[in-house]
């Protein structure tokens, strides 16, 4: 959807609004950097003894795009409207959401997660930052469900955080 349409589209009422970041960005020292070399060397010697090449260009790929994530995260603004929820310039219906789930741990983990419809939209968290989440839930409750099962991050986001990636 063009940015003109976004912005012009009227979505009801805003009900809440915050600046989060992109993604987390962790303070790695110099041992992490040598564990990470020292990791990334013994799999891809790993590869090459078993004459996995294959393996070897995946590690190559993965470590390539580590290297392009290296880079400043950006403020997006995530605003919840009577229509549904809007992160950065991506407008979501409440319609296309299946339900949502927020983890809250702090000061780590204040998060808010959607679980979509659709199968080809990633989940991602949005940092509650500094808002009261049951103020937020309250107001999500009246649009869409809330799986009460979700007691954990998921474990991708654990590993992210573990690993500092």
Do not use: C
């Amino acid at each position: 959807m063009p940015q003109e349409e976004n912005k012009n589209k009227d979505y009801g009422n805003k009900l809440l609004s915050w600046k989060f970041p992109e993604f987390n960005q962790y303070q790695r020292n110099k041992t992490w950097y040598m564990a990470a070399g020292f990791i990334i060397t013994l799999l891809i010697i790993y590869a090459l003894w078993t004459k996995n090449i294959l393996f070897v260009l995946v590690i190559i790929m993965l470590v390539l795009v580590m290297i392009m994530m290296q880079r400043e995260s950006r403020e997006l603004l995530f605003t919840l409207f009577e229509d549904g929820i809007m992160i950065g310039e991506q407008f979501f219906e409440y319609k296309n959401i299946e339900s949502f789930f927020i983890i809250y741990e702090p000061p780590e983990i204040k998060s808010l997660f959607f679980e979509y419809k659709s199968v080809f939209h990633p989940r991602a968290p949005i940092n509650l930052m500094n808002q009261n989440p049951v103020k937020v839930r309250e107001i999500l409750l009246q649009y869409i469900p809330e799986d009460i099962e979700r007691e954990n991050e998921p474990l991708s986001d654990q590993i992210a955080r573990m690993f500092k990636l």
